[in-house]
């Protein structure tokens, strides 16, 4: 399982990764959209290689930016709209692919009545993503 920190706030959002100097392989940070458009990311001030995983309206991934550079200030974006955007450590999207456990998300998980982040978690095969922030989702 997956263990994200959820970025429900303009500010969190804006802040992100950037800055962190670790990510463990099963932990990242889920972007939901409260309404689907196209989204664009940069490295700017991340040290990390990350993947970031584009989720569209449908809640299947729409496309993958794999292994990003670190620093970079060129934009990372999505093909087409976007309801959500999950990073993970670089790698591990493959990986997930890889291994024997499954693929890379495929199923949209809506919020639970009564939150503020709408399509906030995704799983990977039987992986349940697990949010921890704010409004983590039970």
Known sequence: AFKVELADTPEAQARGLMFRDRLGDNEGMIFPSAQPGPRSFWMKNTPLSL???????????????????????????????????LELRAGRAAAAIASGSGHPPTTLNRHAPGLAAPAVCRSIATAIVRCRGRNPIR
């Not at 995983?53 to 970079?72: E, H, K, L």
Request: net charge negative; aromatic share 6%; glycine share 12%.
């Open 51 to 85: 993947d970031i995983i584009f989720i569209g309206p449908d809640g299947r991934i729409a496309n993958i930016a794999a292994n990003t550079v670190p620093y970079s200030l060129d934009s990372v974006s999505s093909k087409g709209d976007a309801s959500g955007v």
